[in-house]
């Protein structure tokens, strides 16, 4: 691996490629290397064939990948003998083989535009400058911003309360996807924000995102279950948000409520929204993040018990 590769993004690329219009700007400039990567027969993870505009794509990746950074890989990831999942975390592992060992592994998804990258690989640098792939690995979170529809005049976002928001394992020093971007490594949190687009699609396209998505098979599993909350999304609206408590599909109280910002697009709203203080302090976060101190409170609660 060469020194100056320290940055490595992989985005995984499918039928809401142009998402990517939104997501991939605001992480190019940051990167040392990229890999998009995409079904070579244009299928879902569930094996599903979806629409997909060559011509429109290619001529994007042209047009941003102007200091040649990007790298595009075309396997199988629709094996319908694997669960959806298992294709999922083929197409993650594939991509981190692609970039190579060494440096920061970092994943982003189409859907997710995240806020201040600069900064966030500046945090990740001075966790570790250059890691080799050899030390002992360990995953970055980053939190949160899930759109969950737009209506009109803008779109209904989670709001977590002040509570500590909804996080993922962004970043890792060694790349290993046991339940997408999830494995057993010790996680440390950030204080870093990503606007998720993870709902805030028309009818048709979420409808088809709910029965082809990673969690399809373990996450709204029963059809009559994705119908009724197909249903009570179709419902929701500019004035009856906040009434909708507890919505997330897996574990309810992962999204505590709702809330309403102005934009015509992800990217208004994205220029409107006021990124939330993070509700744990730089003292706190060094806690929380520190392994000794997380085998104490393990040991404590192995002693309660």
Request: with cysteine; charged share 25%; proline share 5%.
């Amino acid at each position: 691996m060469s020194d100056s590769l320290i940055i490595k993004v992989g985005f995984c690329v499918a039928y809401d490629w142009e998402l990517l219009k939104t997501s991939l700007p605001l992480v190019y400039p940051y990167a040392d290397r990229i890999c998009l990567s995409l079904d070579k027969d244009r299928k879902s993870w569930a094996g599903n064939h979806f629409e997909f505009n060559e011509h429109k794509f290619n001529g994007f990746l042209k047009e941003i990948d102007k200091d040649n950074k990007i790298l595009l890989i075309e396997k199988d990831f629709s094996d319908t003998c694997r669960t959806t999942r298992e294709n999922c975390n083929l197409q993650r592992t594939a991509m981190a083989e692609a970039l190579g060992t060494g440096g920061w592994h970092i994943q982003i998804d189409a859907d997710e535009y995240f806020l201040d990258f600069e900064n966030f690989v500046n945090y990740l640098k001075k966790l570790h400058p250059c890691p080799t792939g050899k030390e002992k690995p360990f995953n970055v979170l980053a939190n949160y911003v899930p759109l969950i529809k737009q209506v009109n005049g803008g779109f209904l976002y989670v709001d977590f309360l002040n509570s500590i928001p909804e996080s993922a394992p962004f970043a890792t020093t060694s790349p290993k996807y046991e339940r997408a971007r999830h494995n057993g490594y010790f996680n440390m949190i950030s204080p870093f924000y990503v606007v998720h687009e993870t709902w805030a699609r028309n009818e048709d396209d979420l409808w088809f995102k709910i029965n082809n998505w990673g969690h399809s098979s373990e996450e709204l599993h029963e059809v009559k279950k994705r119908k009724s909350y197909f249903d009570l999304w179709k419902a929701l609206d500019e004035n009856n948000y906040f009434y909708v408590r507890n919505f997330h599909p897996a574990v309810p109280v992962a999204w505590p409520a709702l809330d309403f910002q102005m934009g015509t697009t992800a990217a208004e709203f994205i220029d409107n929204f006021k990124v939330p203080k993070f509700p744990v302090s730089d003292f706190q976060i060094s806690l929380r993040n520190s392994r000794n101190i997380a085998r104490l409170k393990m040991l404590y609660y192995k002693m309660k018990s």
